[in-house]
């Protein structure tokens, strides 16, 4: 198209990919005005519904089938602000089941890790606290790295059995052994001499003024250092970057003092209760990560918390003194490994995540979440989230292209731009002038199927050949294809990476830094299955309360009580009255698999069948000590809904179980050292292309919903050429580097 053509009018957008990121930024571009400064926006998505990753469909008696376990962390600001919204823009009846996203989501804010003790599990359980509070209805910046590691000495203090803090009025703690006389030498032993450089003898005389302060802190002369690095911390400037590095040192020293001291309390006794030995792992994580970060000189380098990520995290606490029985524990592994898939290949033996991004995580997991640690939805992702965005972005004017695959991205002759995009038509409507209708009633909210409506389409298609990169199916017609200056201006690829190479190769090869990206960012398969169960879970033996549980036995180390989906199904009266989703990582080869090798996805979902029929048999006994029978030990498989009354195993065929193999579904890493080769949605390299997904430097650089709301709001950011139109928090204004 002639240049007068271009200019003539407005620009024209094309999202590829309708996941998180697509999603948002579609949102994100189609606020309020938006025709004033583009022609159009138009979604590109395979298949018949939206999601990526987060699809969810309707089964036989409307039940949830998710490709896995989606729970929302108590910190997605980003991400619940953008529902939020979208329910309010929706404006559902109060009368909808769900009908806003406080009826969306509740608090779910017990873990249990499952800790292996001799030839038993043992179920460690956490409930974090709550308020009645929820994320996305702020937009307070995060507390400095220098203001939470004050929050971990507090809470390293409070762990320890010992210490106790007294009330605001100074009456000291009954049974404190701390005499004046001993704060002083115990001051004067810390490297205070006179002879120190100028801020060593400041800290030193401000150490001793608030020494009265200490002896109301702590109840035991063992604790000492560790109260004194509190209040050293808690008096020095908020902000780290005006701290000497000699106040750092003081600091280091005094963590190094309360650390040798607690390892002398710990090493003692071999008989601790359970309580205590957990405090201990706790209290010796805390310490690491502090001492690390100090260390490490995290506080003070440009590149923040990525200036470790090349460690792995249980190794890099380990290495600044974490004993490795602490470092491995069950509420590491569950929370640091295993919640993110973090396996190399996909091999439960080969944990491994960047020690910057998981401590960046754990961080934002425990000290800044909202309301509650974690937010379990009450319906599918497909209900609670992506059917509300679609409606929204629908009634906004966005245009959604369903039953379109994308085959290849071709470079322009001058190496610069996007010069088109080949497109596979799966199918054709039968009335194209009115669009392919995608939801469904369930229950009065609007719902996702696990297959497509034939009845919309002229040409007879299943869920398999429109969703699997390796379909048999051939193309409804000749390819479809879209051309710069035509049909678009702008392209946001909002395909996973896994995918890149198969469609984005002519641009791999002219940009060095995306191939290194596709290189090196590490992807697995995931494996999931979802059970209906006929009892309830203390029929099942199980009596804490729903609960997330990890630390377990491969293959399946993530189970959840998701009971709160029930009523949103429809099953009859009392039919089912428990459901369980099982997740984990899946052993994954090695490179790039060849799209000839069509009998992948089949073998992968026999492989998860019968990964899960061995669970069932096997492991599953000390989650349900109600669900098996004892002599001889086996699954109780009557206890599964099965509508064709099947027998013994042949039940688990009624359930549902997904591998998760396609190249826009394999989970994205966080491998050590590999966040420097994530590229932010603006660094493509090319002028009219922009990235989006969690797989892009975003600010928490891992696999999660969070991170893809934030990649979609800087993609969105990159294609309006502005800055991003709202704080995000959690991201610098320009777009990619984290707060810490």
Known sequence: MPDADKTARLPRVVILGGGVAGMTTAIELSRPGWRERYESITVYQYGWRLGGKGASGRGLHGRIEEHGL??????????FRMMRECYEEL???????????????????????????????????????????MPGQSVTPLPSLWE???????????FNEDAKMTTADLV??????????????????????????????????????????????????????????????????????????????????????????LREMRDRPDDQSNQARREWYLTDILLAAIRGVLADGVLRHPD????????????????????????????????????????????????AIGAGTALRGAIRTLFTYTGAIAWKMRAGMGDIVFAPMFEVLERRGVRFEFFHRVDALHLSDDGTRVASIDLSRQATLRDPAAGYRPLYDVNGLPCWPNAPFTDQLANAVTAEDVESFWSTAPPDGPPVILHDGV????????????????????????????KAMVDNLGTVYTQAFQLWLKADMHQLGCDWPQATTGGYLEPFDTYSDMRQLIEQESWGEGEVRSIAYFCNAMPTPPGVASREDRELPKRAADEVKANALAFL?????????GGVHRYPTEFRWDLLVDDDDGSGPSRFDSQFWRANVDPSERYVLSLPG?????????????????????????????????????SGLLAAAAVDRTPPHRPIIGCREQGARHVF
């Open 148 to 158: 939470l590691m004050i929050r971990g000495l507090r809470l390293a203090l409070a």
């Open 172 to 261: 000291p703690a009954s049974g404190v052994s701390l005499r004046p006389a001993t704060a002083e030498a115990e001051l004067s032993g810390v490297s205070l001499s006179p002879v120190a450089p100028p801020p060593l003898r400041q800290l030193a005389s401000r150490l001793r003024e608030l020494y009265l302060k200490l002896w109301y802190l702590v109840s035991d002369v063992r604790q000492f250092e560790l109260a004194a690095a509190l209040v050293l911390a808690e008096h020095m400037p908020p902000d780290a970057a005006e701290h000497d590095p000699a106040d750092h040192g003081l600091l280091l020293e005094l963590v190094e003092r309360a650390v040798e001291r």
């Open 674 to 710: 590999t966040s420097q080769y994530r590229l932010a949605p603006d660094e493509t390299g090319f002028e009219n292309l922009v990235f989006g997904g969690d797989w892009t430097r975003c600010g928490l650089n891992s696999g999660c919903v969070e991170s893809a709301v934030i």
């Open 617 to 625: 048999r096997e492991a599953v006994a000390p989650l349900w000590p």
């Open 304 to 351: 923040g918390l990525d200036s470790i990520d090349h460690y792995d995290f249980a190794e890099w606490l380990i290495r600044h003194g974490a004993s490795p029985e602490s470092a491995r524990c069950g509420m590491v592994t569950t929370l640091m490994y295993d919640l993110p898939f973090a396996y190399r290949d996909g091999d439960p033996t080969k944990p």
């Open 487 to 514: 049909e678009f201006d702008t392209v946001v690829l909002a395909i996973p990476v896994g995918a890149h190479p198969y469609i984005c190769g002519e641009l791999i090869e002219r940009n060095r830094q995306w």
């Open 70 to 79: 989606h729970i929302w962390l108590g910190f997605y600001e980003n991400a």
């Open 91 to 133: 404006g559902r009846e109060p009368s909808s089941p769900i009908h806003s996203v406080d009826r969306a989501f509740e608090r779910a804010s017990l873990f249990i890790a499952q800790e292996p003790r001799g030839d038993a599990w043992m179920p460690w359980m956490a409930e974090f606290p709550e308020n009645d509070e």
